[in-house]
């Protein structure tokens, strides 16, 4: 079956634009989580989405990162007004059910914000 | 503040060698992650540990989790070209997984 996707692969954007980033969970996951990997860095959490719930969103950086899931489903991330420390690999993973399961990542969308 | 702290950052070595990555946190974990990552990919899942002092072996790598699951460490038989990349460790902090910053693992022939 498919693994979690997500596109662009790859994203060029000035500063002070807005980016969308997309991401396809594996069909049947519930949860769906989006992490930023900056270079030498480990994965930091940004938002968590579980079922129906209202989403965590503890780990966003500032109010210019917001994200939404559509029904149940696909997810996207938005960046307003980017930055050039923005810059990074954003990643989303998918699980079965909640916290504790294993995690699927997708391939990652690298941003460069110049 | 960075929860889980990784050592070494990078680690260089040649085929046939043994090596130990270390995992180690102030805070406890209900349970604690071990991910490979090549370049370009996400990271794959290698093992979850749950209890104090459980060890876990896959292949060539074996996995401990310690006693008090503040730490863990990933240990590498005979390492290969193959085992290349990037090593994270991840603890489960309440529905977040905390991730420390990896150990790139360098194996050459």
């Known amino acids: 079956g498919a693994g979690v996707s997500q596109s662009p692969s790859n994203k060029v954007t000035e500063k002070g634009k807005d980016v969308e980033l997309r991401c396809d969970p594996i069909?049947?996951?519930?949860?769906l989580y989006w992490y930023r990997q900056s270079l030498g860095q480990g994965l930091e959490f940004l938002i968590y989405?579980?079922?129906?719930?209202?989403?965590?969103k503890s780990g966003l950086p500032s109010d210019r990162f917001s994200a939404e899931r559509t029904g149940g489903s696909v997810s996207t991330l938005t960046i307003q007004r980017t930055q050039q420390e923005d810059s990074a690999v954003y990643l989303c993973?998918?699980?079965?059910?909640?916290?504790?399961?294993?995690?699927?990542f997708g391939p990652g969308t690298r941003l460069t914000v110049t | 503040t960075q929860l889980l702290e990784q050592s070494p950052q990078f680690l260089s070595i040649q085929e046939g060698e043994n090596l130990t990555v270390y995992c180690n946190s102030s805070?406890?974990?209900?349970?604690l992650q071990w991910y490979r990552q090549e370049p370009g990919e996400g990271p794959v899942l290698l093992v979850t540990v749950v209890t104090g002092g459980e060890v876990k072996k896959l292949k060539r790598l074996t996995f401990q989790f310690g006693d008090a699951r503040k730490d863990s460490s990933l240990h590498i038989t005979a390492a290969q070209p193959g085992d290349t990349g990037l090593y994270l460790c991840a603890g489960q902090y309440g529905t977040a997984l905390i991730f420390g910053k990896g150990t790139t693992l360098s194996v050459s022939s």
């Open positions: 989405f579980q079922g129906n719930s209202a989403p965590d």
């Open positions: 805070s406890v974990f209900s349970s």
């Open positions: 993973a998918s699980s079965l059910r909640s916290a504790g399961y294993e995690q699927y």
């Open positions: 069909s049947g996951h519930t949860a």
